[in-house]
C-alpha cells in the first residue's frame, strides 16, 4: 500500500482542484472554454441568470489523499477509470476549464500507475495466498505423519 500512497500524494500535487468545470443542468454537457474559461467566468454566468449552469467537481477526483485513493482504486479495478483518465488529460490549472487533450502525457501517470501498482497489489495478493497454502500444507503433513 505504500505504493499507492506515493502514487496518491503524486496525484494530489499534479491534478488538486483541476477537475472542476463550468457544466450546463440542462443539456448535460461541459461548457467550452470560448464561453466560460474559467471558474469566474461561470460565475459570472451564473450570476447573470443562468440558472443551469454550476461549477462542479468530477466525482473522482486527486483534491486530497483519501479521494485520491478511491480514484485509484477506481483505475485499479477498471471501473470509472475512463472519467479520471480523461479528466485528467484535459485538466488545465486550478480554477480553470478543462481543454480537450490539453496534457497528454498525464496518461503516463495512469499507465505506470497500473502497471506498478497493480504489480505489487497483485504480488502482495499472491504471496499472501502462497503462504497460507504452505501453512496448510505443513499442518497437513504434520498431522498425517
Not at 505504500?2 to 440542462?26: D, E, P, Q
Not at 474559461?37 to 454566468?45: A, H, I, Q, R, V
Not at 461549477?55 to 483519501?66: I, Q
Not at 472519467?83 to 485528467?88: D, G, K, S
Request: charged content about 15%; some cysteine; glycine content about 6%.
Amino acid at each position: 500500500m505504500t505504493v499507492w500512497l506515493m502514487f496518491s500524494i503524486v496525484g494530489v500535487r499534479l491534478f488538486a482542484g483541476k477537475f472542476y468545470h463550468c457544466y450546463n443542468v440542462t443539456s448535460e454537457q461541459l461548457l467550452v472554454p470560448e464561453e466560460a474559461g474559467n471558474k469566474s467566468d461561470c460565475f459570472f454566468l451564473i450570476n447573470e441568470g443562468f440558472t443551469e449552469i454550476v461549477w462542479k467537481n468530477s466525482k473522482l477526483n486527486f483534491d486530497n489523499v483519501g479521494l485520491s485513493y478511491v480514484s485509484l482504486l477506481h483505475m485499479a479495478t477498471f471501473s470509472g477509470w475512463l472519467e479520471i483518465i480523461y479528466a485528467a488529460v484535459d485538466s488545465t490549472q486550478v480554477e480553470a476549464q478543462p481543454v480537450y487533450e490539453y496534457r497528454l502525457y498525464m496518461y503516463l501517470y495512469f499507465v505506470c500507475f497500473v502497471i506498478i501498482g497493480g504489480f505489487f497489489t497483485f504480488n502482495l495478493f499472491t504471496r499472501v495466498f502462497i503462504n497460507t497454502l504452505d501453512q496448510l500444507q505443513h499442518k497437513i503433513c504434520l498431522y498425517t505423519g
